[in-house]
């Protein structure tokens, strides 16, 4: 992630830069991963889980949140699996500062009220 943000941040030296083709191909590669682990029953690796998708969401956030999203939808309006509602609240609060930065999506505003409105039933 420290390359990715050095690598946007300075325009000098493009020679060796990742390109967004590589960016998007080890976000694809890890999110099924990220994704597995954030409704396990083990706290560290929804933790885990949380912290790798919050890196994907600030790498490639058109690739990562909608996804997730719909899985956070999904996972708030349940009323089975109670433990989904716990890790859907912590995947939530990991990933909102990259779901509210416009220039990255900007259609993560859009998603807040009803998330918001969502997460009352599990406080």
Same mark, same amino acid.
Request: charged content about 20%; overall charge neutral.
């Given at each position: 992630f420290d390359r990715v943000t050095n690598e946007r941040m300075d325009e000098t030296d493009q020679k =060796?830069?990742?390109?967004?083709? $590589?960016? /998007?191909? =080890?976000? $694809? &590669? &890890?999110?099924?991963?990220? =994704?597995?682990?954030?409704?396990?029953k083990s706290s560290t690796t929804v933790m885990h889980s949380c912290t790798a998708l919050k890196m994907l969401s600030l790498l490639d956030a058109d690739a990562t949140l909608p996804p997730l999203l719909d899985r956070l939808y999904q996972a708030l309006t349940t009323l089975t699996e109670v433990h989904q509602t716990s890790a859907a609240l912590d995947a939530l /609060?990991?990933? &909102?500062?990259?779901?509210?930065?416009i220039q990255n999506f900007s259609a993560g505003i859009g998603h807040i009220p009803s998330l918001l409105n969502l997460t009352l039933t599990g406080i």
């Open positions: =060796f830069a990742l390109k967004k083709s $590589d960016i /998007s191909e =080890f976000v $694809d &590669i &890890i999110k099924p991963l990220a =994704f597995q682990g954030l409704y396990s /609060s990991a990933v &909102i500062h990259p779901t509210l930065q």
